[in-house]
Structure formats: C-alpha cells, structure tokens
C-alpha cells in the first residue's frame, strides 16, 4: 500500500479529502462482502495521519480520527457510515468518548443510560471495538436525538433500530442493567449523567458488577444536584441567567435546593433525581467498586461567584450540614475497577 511521504498542511489536507471522498461514496460495498482494494486503501492512508487534537468538533478530522484509532480497518469500514460521524460530531457526541478515550481505545464499551443511542458512533471514533448502548426509555424507531451542543431536540435522521441493523459493532437496546438481559461482560462500562438518576443508585451500580471481568473499566460521570445548575433546568450557567424569568427565579443561585423537599412526588427532583450527596454518593460506589480516580470539577466561575455567606445561610436552613465544596463542585468524573 501507498504511504504519504512528507507533506505540508494544504497537500495533506488535499490527500485527506480524496480519500474521504472515496470512501463516503463507496462506503455501503463493504456491508455486503469484503471492502475493495481501493477502499481498504484510502482507510490505510487515512490511518496513518494524526489526528488533530479538536477532532472531536470537526466532522472531517473525525472521519480521519476514526480510521486513525479503529482496532481493525476492515471492521471499521463494514462499520463506517458518513452522515452519522457528521451528525455525532455536530450533535456533540464525540466530546465524551474523545474525554475517556484511554479506557476506550480498541475496547468493548458498555454504555448505561445512553438515552437514544447517539453516542455509539462517538465511541467507535474514538476507537472503541464495539459499543452496546442501553437505556430503558429508548424509542428505538424514533429519530429524535438531544443535540448537545445547543441543548435541544432535533432530528437525527435514522432510528436506534436501523443503526443497529446497520452497523454490526453497535447494539442499541431498550433496556437497562437491572433488568439481567445481557449474559457477556465489558472491557468498559461507561455512565454519562446518568448516575445523578439513578432512583434505586445502590441497586443500579451493584447490577453492574455482573457485567465486569477482572480488568473491567468503570467511568462515572457525575452531575452534582447541589451545584448552581445541578436542578438541571435552565438556566446552566450564570450569563443565561434572567432574573425576571419566573422559572428562573424557582431555581437560580442555588433555590433548588431549598424547593426540593416541598415539591409534588411527580416533580422531577423527586421523580427522575436522586439528590444524592457527593460524599454519600463515594460511598455507595466504594461499596461495590474500588475507585482509582475520583476528580471533581468546579461549577463555571461566574456561577461559584455568586455563592454569597447569605446564600450558604439560605441553603443550610433546608440542609444544615452542606459544605462549600459541595454547593460549588459542578461534576465528578470517576474511575473505578471491580472489587477483588
């Protein structure tokens, strides 16, 4: 095969964008039988370039990223469908995959809550082997999808079903760990947001432990209900905040906490979040997991300015104990491995 010798930028980008375009528009031959000499060919080429380091906000560098990491070019074409990098990376899907890329990389990754089933396209930019999402509220033959990056609902334009018969190293299932459907265990078990809503979180996380071998990868991504916009409702951030707003006002600078206990059952802060305690929430995945990192991220500073003496005052009237550190830590990404 033909390797590029050294280029600067524009003759590289040049050669990036032919084999790009060779491949999105033969693509689909390698679905039915083995990839032709010139597609695994444009796939070698394209592996051998770097990737540049924002290949996660850019649909051309993450079609170069996912020949680049693919454990096997072959698969990866068989997998390899254009118009999903192009809405992945546009929806935000490749953001996260691309944050823990070194426990996904020629993996087997289980996505817990993966809501409907954007991120399995990510996962496969970044490397992974093969991704298996569930979710028990998947609408598997609807194209709705939750665009990230403008945090509203848009049209994805395929189903969960049909990128499920389509790429054979996706399984998308309208399910969740509890329910005991899966007989296999994962080189990596990823929950995105999702351990936040988890209402039954002891039992959650205990279910995941069948689901693990002995090097098995556990990442846990953390929304603090107690940080300013752990209500998750707008506003997310200080600068959106409209202080006339009457939703607002409900939950800005940390009222949602005192609002939490006297809502109705049917509010989402007793219906879909726990309200668990950072300290609390260490604990019960200790219970179950050995934890090899535990790395808490303040909120935005515009929003931990905003936390006054009067403020701590107001919120430790509904929960006495509260720390500073925990009005003011926004997320908390873990890392653990399955007990001995």
Known sequence: MRKRGRKNRAEL??????????IDARYAE??????????????????????????????????????????????????YDPHLVEISERFGYISWPRRIQEHVRGRKVLDVGCGFGGFGVGFLVAGAASYVGLDPSMDLDSTAAKDKRRRVWDDMGITPRQITETLPAIRLLQSSAEDGGLDETFD?????????????????????????????????????????????????????????NERHQQVYDWRHINAAPDVPETHMFKRSLNRVRLDDFR????????????????????????????????????????????????TVLVVARPQA
Not at 64 to 71: R, S
């Open 30 to 79: 390698s679905r039915d039988g083995e990839p032709s000499d010139e597609l695994v060919e444009a796939a070698f080429r394209l592996s051998l370039v770097e990737p540049r380091k924002n290949w996660a906000n850019d649909a051309t560098l993450a079609k170069v990223a996912y020949f680049h990491f693919a454990p096997d070019l072959e698969d990866a074409l068989r997998n």
């Open 188 to 244: 990596t078990i990823a929950l995105h947001n999702v351990t936040e809503h988890l209402m039954d979180l002891e039992g959650s996380l205990a279910s995941l432990t069948k689901l693990c071998h002995p090097e098995t990868v556990v990442v846990l991504h953390h929304h603090n209900f107690y940080s300013w916009n752990g209500h998750h409702l707008p506003p997310v951030h200080a600068e959106q905040l409209d202080v006339d």
């Open 283 to 330: 604990a019960v995945v200790e219970r179950h997991f050995d934890v090899v990192e535990w790395e808490e991220t303040p909120s935005k500073d515009s929003s931990v300015a905003r936390l006054t003496p009067e403020i701590v005052a107001r919120v430790r009237a509904t929960v006495p104990d509260i720390t500073e550190r925990e009005l003011t830590i926004n």
């Open 13 to 22: 980008d040049i050669d990036i964008a032919a084999d790009i375009a060779v």
